[in-house]
């Protein structure tokens, strides 16, 4: 059912030209160098310590690795990753 | 994302947060809506910050989770209000010296005028004064072009006039109208402005009453507009000629070159006292009052014996309140005595400068001779300097005996 709605979601998506990250509640990352990261559309912190930083995502969850990692904000929607990033990976 | 300022105006607090599975307290505190920033993690503990609103609601959440929570440090406007309490007398100063400031500032304090030559100063600043700007005005209360456009109205001979508001000064500029010149029409004379023995005489139009070698007095006509028609000799009138022998008047125009005499006088003392400034001075400043004067900076006693002292007053816009500026300077007495030559040579320099002050423009001096009018045994050196110039004398005048100038 939800696959299906998903499925949907993401042809009306393509029909109509709407960004994806705002009908399939995508998350959007903006990488600024390899200190800042700002992510969009979150759904909350999985695992939180300064060289490893997991983040629920609505399908899956990012993993950051690094050094010195730390939240410099952290709104429902939205948060502010700064630090020595080394790695993103996005896993299911 | 956040804005420091608004943190700043609604407080915040900076916390640590020790116990465990932090991640949880995180995304409860999310769920609830509170924003929190700078979130680390040092050791095993968390630290963050929470604006003063969501304090409340966050220890409540810390406290379900078994969360120790230790308060590090407030920050932000609310938390400042008890220093404010305590140094109530420093704010309230300040807050004062400001408002003084600027009740202060919206006065006119000085008005400067510039630009003009020939229009008197002060009937700028009446005219001014008349129409709002004047020391001690409220600036709100004028408006700076009507009072342009009204005293361009009211004094003629002014062309431009800006009155540019700067602060606590008014800088009036003013620009002069340039007015022609008197035509000049009509027949007149050529005559003497000064006396003198003509040199050489050049007619344009007219007829010349003088010729080379003629001495002349002031006034006299030396190219006379009127001329009379040449009376014909007997063997040259034609049977059928019958010439005129009324006069006609003309605009008589030429120029008549004459040898002129100045004379300049100067003299010196062979021992001269001046009085000069040794380089000592103080200044005393007073508060007038309608109670009389209080010396606020100074020295009440002058110890000078020889001084010159100036003053400046300056009124508020109260009346008899002010202050009251008296500058003294000391001086001394320096003697100077000259040799005879010394004293002959001063002399004659100011006999020179006496004599260039009399003539007019840069006229050349042809011949020149030096009297000494004192005798060797004068303690004061009097000298006369003679100098002949030659000299354009002429002078128009209208025929009925008025002056025109050129």
């Known amino acids: ?92 | 994302m956040a804005n420091k300022f608004s943190d700043q105006m609604g407080g915040f607090i900076s916390l640590r947060l020790r116990g465990a599975n932090q991640e949880k307290i995180i995304n409860l505190v999310l769920a609830r809506g509170i924003y929190i920033w700078d979130i680390k993690k040092r050791d095993d503990c968390i630290y963050l910050k929470v604006r003063n609103s969501g304090y409340e609601a966050f220890k409540t959440i810390a406290a379900e989770q078994n969360f120790e929570i230790e308060l590090l440090k407030r920050q932000g406007l609310p938390f400042y209000k008890k220093i404010m309490k305590r140094r109530m007398g420093l704010f309230g100063g300040a807050a004062l010296f400001i408002i003084t400031l600027y009740i202060m500032s919206s006065f006119v304090w000085f008005i400067q005028v510039s630009g003009n030559d020939k229009v008197d100063r002060n009937k700028i600043l009446m005219t001014a004064a008349h129409h709002g700007i004047y020391v001690g005005a409220n600036k709100w209360n004028f408006s700076r072009i009507e009072v342009e456009e009204a005293m361009l109205r009211e004094i003629n001979e002014i062309s431009y006039i800006e009155c540019d508001i700067r602060g606590v000064k008014a800088n009036i500029k003013v620009v002069e109208k340039i007015l022609p010149d008197l035509a000049v029409t009509g027949p007149c004379h050529l005559v003497a402005k000064r006396d003198g023995v003509v040199e050489d005489v050049l007619v344009l139009d007219g007829q010349a009453s003088v010729k080379a070698g003629d001495v002349v007095v002031q006034g006299d006509i030396l190219i006379s507009g009127i001329v009379y028609p040449p009376v014909p000799l007997e063997t040259d009138v034609l049977p059928n000629l019958s010439p005129s022998s009324e006069p006609y008047q003309v605009r008589a125009r030429g120029q008549v070159k004459a040898r002129t005499w100045y004379e300049g006088y100067g003299e010196c003392q062979l021992k001269v006292e001046d009085i000069l400034f040794s380089g000592q001075k103080f200044t005393n400043i007073y508060l007038e009052s309608p109670w009389g004067k209080y010396l606020l900076k100074g020295r009440a006693e002058n110890p000078y014996a020889i001084y010159e002292q100036s003053e400046k007053i300056w009124h508020g816009p109260l009346k008899n309140w002010g202050l009251y500026c008296l500058k003294t300077r000391e001086q001394v007495i320096k003697t100077t005595e000259y040799s005879e030559s010394e004293a002959i040579d001063i002399a004659q320099e100011k006999a020179m400068q006496n004599l260039r002050q009399g003539m007019e423009g840069n006229l050349k001096i042809v011949d020149s001779h030096i009297v000494i009018l004192s005798s060797p045994s004068d303690s004061i050196v009097r000298i006369k300097v003679c100098a002949e110039s030659i000299e354009d004398i002429s002078l128009p005048q209208s025929i009925e005996g008025g002056q025109i100038s050129n």
């Open chain 1, 1 to 92: 059912m939800e696959k299906r709605r998903e499925i949907i979601s993401k042809a009306m998506a393509d029909l109509l030209e709407i960004p994806a990250d705002l009908v399939l509640d995508l998350p959007r990352l903006t990488i600024t160098g390899r200190n800042e990261l700002y992510l969009e559309n979150h759904k909350g912190i999985i695992e939180y310590s300064t060289v490893r930083m997991r983040i629920n995502l609505s399908r899956g969850f990012l993993e950051v690795n690094g050094d010195n990692l730390e939240i410099q904000a952290l709104m429902p929607d939205e948060m502010r990753v700064i630090g020595e990033i080394s790695s993103i990976k996005y896993l299911d």
